[in-house]
C-alpha cells in the first residue's frame, strides 16, 4: 500500500549511507533532553525515540543539545561536551537501531542571545526582544573557542552513537545572530560583509566534516526566510546554501522564521505545507545539489507525497506530527491514513510545556514523553463493564483506551454525534483541524470494540440496570448565565447558541469575556462563518459518518490559501525582500471576510486580552483580532440589558454607558454537568468524573483528554475521588528556569 506513496516511502542515497524514506522527524526540544536524575538517565528520551523508530521514521532528530555552557537555552539544559555525556546518549541511539533502518541525528543548538540565562553571548551585545538578558559579545577569540566546541560537540555525538547532526543555523539562534546585520553590528573579521558574517557557519560545517566518518549526517538548518527586519536577502541565503553545500554538508534543512518574529509560522492558522514555497524556490534556482528538506505544518501524508510530487523539496520535515502519532508512517504504508492520530497544531502541549520548563507532550497524544509510564496496550488483568456517559473529547479518550485494555465499554451519547464542544471548536476559523481528532476517534471507537449507543440520554437507574461495574461521567460543561438584569432580553445569546447557529447574530456584537471561548467566538463572527454552507460532503461515504453527524461533516473547510495568508500577515511571497516582509510583522491574520462587524470583546479585569492563553499562540489571536477591527474592552461590569443593549460600569471611575449591540454572546465560562453523580451514588453505583464534568475552567481539551487516558490506565486501582488534573512535572533545569523567571519578571 506505499505505492500510494511512492516518493514519501522511496530511499534517499548520501554519503556513504541511506536513508529509508523521505520523512525526517524534525527537532522539538521535548525536555527529556536533560534526563532525569540531574542528567544522569535517559530512559524517557530513549523510550520515546525507540517508539518513533518502530513507527519507521527514516531520520529522527533531537532537540537542541548545547556545545558550551554559554549556549545552552536554559539553566541545566543539555549540552555534549564530554566523554562522559556522550556515554550517557548511548542508550538513546542503541534503542533507535534495535530497529532496522531508522536514524537518529543530534542536534546542535547554540541559543545565543536566546538563552535564558545571564550568561549568553551573541555576535554583538544587543538584547533579543523575547530575551531577558543583554548577551555579551563574543571576543574573536571566543569565535575561534565556540568552534572548536561545535567541532567536539559533533565528534561526541558520533561516538554516542548518533548517525550524524544537525547544526541549528535559524531561528534565530546563534549562527543566525552572526549571519545577518540585524544582530552583528561587529567590524572584525566575523561582521561586516555578507562573507565576514558567514565564516562562522561555514567554518563549523567544514571543520565537523573534516573531523567526522565521511558516512556521518551533517544537516544544517538554514534560515531561508527570516521574517524580521533586517534579515537575510534571497541572494545572500542561496550563497550560503552554496557554500554550505561546498563545506561538506549532506542535507539542507528549511528554517522559517526567528522566534522573535510576530508572524505564525506553525500555528493552525497557517496553511498545511504553507511554506514549501521557500524550499521549492532554493531547488529550482538556488544552484545546489545537497538535498533539501521542507518543512512546517506539514502534517498529513498526503501533503507531504504532494511536496515531494511537485518538486518542493527532496525531504519533508514532520515534527510535531510524531508527537501525536509516532505511528504515522506505518498506517500510511498500510494504507490506513484514516488511522492516523493528526497533529492539530494547537501548540498546547509541546511548545506551550517547553515555555514553561515542562515536558513536552500532546494535546491528542498525551502518551507522548510519557512512554515509560503511560501503557495504553498493557492488557487489564481484571476487565469490567463499564458505562460512559458523554462522547465529547473526555469520554472519547477514556473510551477508547479502557476498550483496548479489555474493559467491555459502553459510550451513550445524548447527540446524534461524537464530540461534544470539539464539533463547536471545529466551525471556529483557524482550528478546522478538530475535524481530524473527531475522525481518529471515530475509527479508533470502531477498532476498540466500543458499544457506542448515540441519542441515547440514560438515567442512573438505567445505568444501573445496565449491569456497568462503574461509571464514568464525561457529561462536559453548560454555558454560566450572565446573571444580570436582561439576561433573558432576546438579543442575548450563549457561546452554545451562536457556534451551533441556533440563534442569529446581529451586525454590532458585544461578546462578554475574554477567555479562549471568547476569542473563538469573535474569529467566527468576525469571519462570519455563522453564515457560511455547511462544508462539502467527501467524495466517498466512510464507515464513520453515522458518528459524526452525517457526510456533510466529514471533511474540514478548505484550509486558508496559502496566498492569503502570506498577503495578510505582510510576508514577501517572492521572497525577494530582505526578511522576506513586505512591512512590518504582526499586523494581521488573512483577508477580511464581507463587510466587517462591529465587535466589541469585553472582560472584567484590566490588563491584555486572553492573557490566560497559551504563550505560543495567543499574541496571534490578538494581532488577528485586531486586524479584523475587534474593540477589546477593559475593565468593565456589567449592568444590564434592555432594548438600548448593554450596559456598562467602568471599574475605575464608576462611569456608566451603553454599548447599543444587536446582540450580546455570553462567554462568561462554564458550570459542570454532572447531575447524575448523587443519584449514582445513592444507588451504591462506583462514579468517576473526568473533563468539563470534573471541573468546569476554559474548554480544556488538553486536561480532558490526559485526564481520561491516565484514568483509562489505572482504571482497575482508581478510586473516585482519587481522579484529578496530572501536571507535567519540571524536573531540575525547569525548576531552576522558573526561579530565575521569577526573579527576572
Avoid at 542535507?251 to 524550499?279: D, K, Q
Wanted: charged letters at 20%.
Amino acid at each position: 500500500m506505499a505505492s500510494a506513496y511512492p516518493k514519501l516511502f522511496s530511499p534517499l542515497k548520501l554519503r556513504g549511507t541511506t536513508l529509508m524514506n523521505r520523512c525526517i522527524m524534525g527537532s522539538m526540544h521535548s525536555g527529556l533532553e536533560e534526563g532525569e536524575g540531574w542528567g544522569h538517565q535517559l530512559g524517557r528520551m530513549s523510550a520515546f525515540f525507540e517508539e518513533r523508530a518502530k513507527g519507521g521514521v527514516g531520520l529522527m532528530v533531537t532537540g537542541g543539545i548545547a556545545p558550551n555552557n554559554a549556549g545552552r537555552v536554559a539553566p541545566m539544559a543539555a549540552m555534549m561536551t564530554t566523554p562522559a555525556d556522550a556515554a550517557r546518549h548511548r542508550e538513546v541511539t542503541d534503542a533507535v537501531h534495535r530497529h532496522d533502518g531508522p536514524k537518529i541525528a543530534m542536534q546542535i543548538l547554540h541559543s545565543g542571545r536566546y538563552g535564558y540565562h545571564p550568561f549568553n553571548v551573541s555576535a554583538s551585545a544587543k538584547k533579543a526582544p523575547i530575551g531577558w538578558f543583554t548577551p555579551k559579545a563574543l571576543s574573536a577569540a571566543d569565535v575561534e573557542r565556540t568552534i572548536d566546541d561545535f567541532v567536539r560537540c559533533a565528534s561526541l555525538a558520533e561516538e554516542a552513537g548518533y548517525d550524524g547532526v544537525e547544526v541549528m543555523g535559524s531561528e534565530g539562534y546563534l549562527l543566525n545572530q552572526f549571519i545577518v546585520q540585524r544582530t552583528n553590528k561587529r567590524t572584525d573579521e566575523w561582521g561586516g560583509s555578507y562573507a565576514n558574517r558567514t565564516r562562522l557557519p561555514l567554518q563549523i560545517v567544514e571543520r565537523i566534516r573534516a573531523a567526522v566518518d565521511p558516512s556521518f549526517i551533517i544537516m544544517f538548518r538554514l534560515s531561508m526566510l527570516d521574517l524580521v527586519e533586517d534579515g537575510s536577502e534571497w541572494e545572500e541565503v542561496v550563497a550560503l546554501a552554496q557554500g554550505l553545500e561546498a563545506a561538506g554538508v549532506d542535507l539542507i534543512n528549511t528554517g522559517i522564521g526567528w522566534h522573535e518574529a510576530r508572524i505564525p509560522t506553525i500555528a493552525t492558522c497557517v496553511p498545511r505545507g504553507g511554506f514549501s514555497w521557500v524550499t521549492q524556490k532554493l531547488k529550482i534556482s538556488g544552484g545546489v545539489s545537497v538535498p533539501l528538506v521542507a518543512t512546517n505544518r506539514i502534517n498529513t501524508p498526503e501533503i507531504a507525497e504532494s511536496i515531494l510530487t511537485e518538486g518542493h523539496a527532496d525531504l519533508v520535515s514532520m515534527a510535531r506530527p510524531f508527537l501525536a502519532d509516532p505511528f504515522l508512517l506505518t498506517k500510511a504504508k498500510a494504507g490506513k491514513p484514516e488511522r492516523i492520530n493528526t497533529c492539530i497544531a494547537c501548540n498546547q502541549a509541546c511548545l506551550d510545556h517547553t515555555f514553561q520548563a515542562r515536558v513536552a507532550s500532546c494535546l491528542v497524544n498525551p502518551r507522548a514523553g510519557y512512554e515509560t509510564e503511560l501503557h495504553v496496550d498493557v492488557p487489564t488483568t481484571a476487565p469490567l463493564q463499564v458505562a460512559v456517559v458523554g462522547a465529547g473529547p473526555a469520554g472519547l479518550a477514556f473510551a477508547t483506551v479502557a476498550a483496548k485494555r479489555g474493559h467491555a465499554v459502553t459510550l451513550y451519547e445524548a447527540s446524534d454525534k461524537i464530540g461534544g464542544q470539539f464539533n463547536l471548536a471545529k466551525k471556529v476559523p483557524g482550528k478546522e483541524e478538530f475535524y481530524e481528532t473527531l475522525r481518529y476517534f471515530a475509527h479508533e471507537l470502531i477498532e476498540a470494540g466500543v458499544d457506542l449507543r448515540l441519542n441515547t440520554r440514560v438515567d442512573a437507574e438505567q445505568l444501573q440496570a445496565s449491569g456497568a461495574d462503574r461509571v464514568v461521567l464525561a457529561t462536559g460543561v453548560s454555558p454560566r448565565r450572565l446573571n444580570i438584569p436582561g439576561e433573558d432580553h432576546p438579543s442575548v445569546a450563549s457561546y452554545l447558541e451562536v457556534l451551533s447557529r441556533a440563534k442569529t447574530v446581529g451586525e454590532r456584537v458585544a461578546i462578554v469575556g475574554a477567555g479562549g471561548i471568547g476569542f473563538d467566538v469573535a474569529e467566527f463572527l468576525a469571519h462570519r462563518a455563522d453564515t457560511l454552507p455547511p462544508p462539502s460532503p467527501p467524495s466517498a461515504a466512510l464507515e464513520v459518518s453515522s458518528m459524526l453527524g452525517g457526510a456533510e461533516e466529514m471533511t474540514p473547510r478548505t484550509s486558508p490559501l496559502t496566498s492569503d495568508f502570506l498577503s495578510g500577515w505582510g510576508i514577501d511571497g517572492t521572497n525577494e525582500t530582505r526578511g522576506g516582509l513586505l512591512r512590518a510583522a504582526g499586523g494581521g491574520g488573512g483577508a477580511q471576510h464581507g463587510a466587517a462587524r462591529e465587535l466589541y470583546l469585553l472582560q472584567r479585569k484590566k490588563g491584555k486580552h486572553g492573557g490566560g492563553l497559551g504563550k505560543t499562540t495567543g499574541w496571534i489571536h490578538r494581532a488577528s483580532l485586531k486586524k479584523e477591527g475587534v474593540t477589546m474592552l477593559g475593565g468593565v461590569s456589567y449592568e444590564k440589558v434592555d432594548d438600548d443593549g448593554l450596559h456598562l460600569k467602568d471599574a475605575k471611575s464608576g462611569k456608566t454607558s451603553i454599548l447599543a449591540v444587536d446582540t450580546v454572546v455570553v462567554c462568561a465560562g462554564q458550570v459542570s454537568d454532572a447531575s447524575l453523580e448523587k443519584p449514582l451514588e445513592a444507588l451504591g453505583v462506583p462514579v468517576f468524573k473526568i473533563g468539563g464534568a470534573h471541573l468546569a475552567a476554559e474548554l480544556d481539551a488538553k486536561r480532558a483528554i490526559d485526564q481520561a487516558t491516565r484514568l483509562a490506565v489505572e482504571f482497575e486501582s482508581a478510586q473516585p475521588a482519587k481522579v484529578g488534573e496530572f501536571v507535567a512535572p519540571l524536573g531540575t533545569a525547569g525548576w531552576l528556569f522558573q526561579k530565575l523567571a521569577s526573579k527576572s519578571a
